[in-house]
């Protein structure tokens, strides 16, 4: 089976994934403690969603009855763009298309080609889709550690990845999860404006730049007391500071490349943007994410504050 795994870690390199592990299956006890006081402090913000199916985010036996291993893969996105500006920037993961659906199809791939070595394999795919914590099986598997971010960090991609599980119900021997490297540093907490990294690895949503720019419902106003700090969908702060991600191998994937060689959005076309253009402009885009209206409410938050600064200089 050591083998079978080796050929299966092979074929993931070759779909372009930088890192796949093996966990072996056993309930998030104290993982999902922590996760349930997460969300009992409220950090969850108004993403109601993630109050469901704590069951089966403890134990994902009741996804998969006879489920024996968690394999999780990580695929790369950083490249070798640049933010254009300071203003209306857009998160790096949200630069190109829609993660869900490549990573989808390249799990895919990975399971019909197990299919064809293993008899009788059941498997369940999952794109940050479902009711997993994700991050504490790609701990577990070995793709790196959680940093004081939150975040997976991989020694040689570092933060800048998708992750991609399969449940599946053929046992693989565990890999080993490997050491946190953070050590005493502690820039990304000193660095995000908005103070939303409580601690070491919990970030309070109801003060992160991410969740207003991109799961806050329009309808939700941006409170006057967040700077969005010119980003207009997303945030990168505490990532672009963490030393981990100073020297990560870019990924040649052109499908996360900037579209329409843009990694900021210009402030004439927000201005002039319809819900008709936003449709046709974010097809398959995870900007998408954001609707029509929340992008609208973002670029008038930014505005607003700009205006302010200029009016206290």
């Not at 993630?50 to 006879?66: G, P, S, T, W």
């Not at 800048?160 to 890999?175: A, C, S, V």
């Not at 076309?269 to 900007?287: A, Y």
Request: proline share 4%; charged share 30%; net charge positive.
């Amino acid at each position: 089976m050591e083998q079978l795994k080796n050929i299966i870690k092979n074929r993931a390199f070759e779909l372009g994934f930088c890192e796949i592990g093996f966990a072996r299956y056993e309930k998030l006890e104290k993982e999902i403690q922590n996760y349930i006081q997460w969300l009992k402090n409220g950090y969850s913000a108004t993403m109601t969603y993630l109050e469901k199916n704590i069951d089966k985010r403890e134990d994902v036996k009741l996804i998969i009855d006879d489920v024996r291993t968690i394999i999780v893969t990580a695929y790369p996105y950083y490249n070798k763009f640049k933010h254009s500006s300071n203003l209306f920037k857009i998160s790096r993961y949200a630069w190109g298309e829609d993660y869900h659906k490549i990573l989808a199809d390249k799990l895919t791939k990975l399971v019909d080609f197990i299919s064809d070595k293993i008899n009788d394999f059941k498997y369940k795919i999952y794109v940050d889709t479902g009711p997993l914590l994700e991050k504490s099986w790609a701990v577990r598997a070995g793709i790196g550690w959680q940093g004081k971010n939150s975040m997976i960090i991989s020694r040689t991609y570092g933060s800048y990845i998708f992750l991609g599980i399969i449940l599946t119900n053929i046992e693989f021997e565990p890999d080993k999860p490997i050491k946190d490297y953070c050590g005493t540093c502690t820039k990304c907490i000193e660095s995000c404006p908005t103070n939303a990294i409580v601690q070491p690895k919990v970030v309070d949503s109801r003060k992160c730049i991410s969740f207003w720019t991109i799961e806050a419902k329009p309808e939700y106003e941006i409170p006057s007391s967040i700077d969005l700090n010119g980003w207009i969908f997303g945030c990168d702060i505490c990532q672009e500071v963490c030393p981990w991600n100073n020297k990560v191998k870019i990924t040649d994937d052109v499908a996360f490349f900037p579209r329409y060689n843009q990694t900021n959005l210009d402030k004439n076309f927000l201005e002039n943007l319809t819900p008709e253009i936003f449709k046709e402009r974010f097809k398959g885009s995870p900007i998408k994410r954001a609707k029509f209206e929340g992008l609208k409410r973002n670029f008038l938050h930014i505005i607003k504050n700009i205006e302010y600064e200029q009016i206290n200089q």
